[in-house]
């Protein structure tokens, strides 16, 4: 074959690689539709949005099956309750003990409790996630769309009667628009979020749930109850400090007060995470740790530095990507 002839062959074989990946690309986007136009009717710039949701980091929208009553089994928090874990526990509040004594004093949630949700969330802030939180919770975002609802819907009606069929309907478009009221906002958030940080969208990285930081706040939390507990200008929910601090400002803004009974610590912990064995957990967990005039007590004894870790990413968002 000449070198022309291969010249000529390679530019075909180029631009029909090139013609491939702008058709998958612009099919990304378009999967994505119903969420870009959304977010456009809300006041993010259109441009922007499809660029977050052209980029190869993002998978198309295929199809989102959910539950129609979704429970957390309990064996999810059973090893968190052994013996290794309540130590790791107690390692976790020693070590952030000035955080937590302050967040008790100022805010008048118990330390003790809010060492426990920091456990159970991310293990103190050892295990944070690595996901993109955008794209987990833009699928969730997605559960209306008509196309998602449709398959949810036969998929849900599969061999039952006319009259079964007509409830199941009702209670499929019930859930889809419960998943995307829920998580429409955090998708939001999220933009919003990268704007004020000057950052990309996709470099927020948590749970496969949608979360970050060690309290795995959902980004409306974050911009919400985001607490700057070490008064250094920002607000890291990676810095253990403003960790701590946000986590006590969410349960006080949620109602946790002085005296309040254990029917209303359940109400409280339940708006943190909608699960009864994770309330039972944490409330477990924060029995088996310093309580009360108790903290005070390990403060005197304790040399542990509070508020002193950082991590190696970037300090409000956490382990961030690389953009090629």
């Known amino acids: 074959m000449s070198r022309a002839r291969v010249v000529t062959v390679l530019l075909v074989a180029g631009l029909v690689a090139s013609g491939t990946r702008a058709e998958v690309a612009a099919d990304r986007v378009r999967s994505w539709a119903y969420l870009v136009d959304k977010l456009a009717d809300d006041g993010v710039p259109r441009a922007w949005a499809e660029r977050v949701f052209n980029d190869p980091r993002v998978p198309r929208f295929d199809k989102l099956e959910f539950s129609l009553t979704p429970r957390e089994p309990r064996s999810m928090y059973r090893g968190l309750l052994s013996r290794r874990s309540v130590s790791a526990a107690h390692e976790c509040f020693a070590r952030h003990l000035d955080a937590l004594g302050r967040a008790e004093r100022e805010l008048g949630v118990p330390g003790n409790v809010v060492a426990a949700i920091l456990h159970v969330e991310s293990r103190c802030g050892r295990n944070t996630g690595n996901e993109s939180v955008l794209w987990r919770l833009a699928r969730l975002a997605m559960s209306a769309e008509p196309s998602n609802l449709r398959r949810n819907v036969a998929r849900h009606s599969l061999w039952q009667t006319p009259s079964a069929s007509a409830e199941i309907l009702r209670a499929t478009q019930e ?150």
């Open 175 to 324: 859930r889809a628009r419960y998943l995307e009221s829920t998580f429409y906002p955090e998708v939001r958030a999220t933009f919003e979020i990268a704007e004020r940080l000057h950052i990309d969208p996709l470099d927020i990285r948590g749970s496969t749930a949608g979360a970050f930081g060690v309290p795995q706040f959902l980004p409306t939390s974050y911009l919400r109850f985001g607490t700057d507990g070490n008064s250094d200008g920002r607000v890291s929910l990676y810095d253990p400090a403003d960790a701590v601090a946000s986590c006590a400002r969410y349960l006080q803004a949620h109602g946790w007060a002085a005296g309040i009974d254990g029917k209303e610590r359940r109400r409280v912990i339940w708006t943190y995470n909608r699960s009864t064995p994770y309330i039972d957990t944490v409330l477990a967990l924060a029995s088996q740790l310093p309580q009360g005039r108790e903290t005070d007590n390990w403060g005197k004894s304790s040399t542990a530095a509070s508020g002193t870790e950082r991590t190696e990413s970037h300090p409000d968002v956490g382990p961030v990507s690389s953009v090629e």
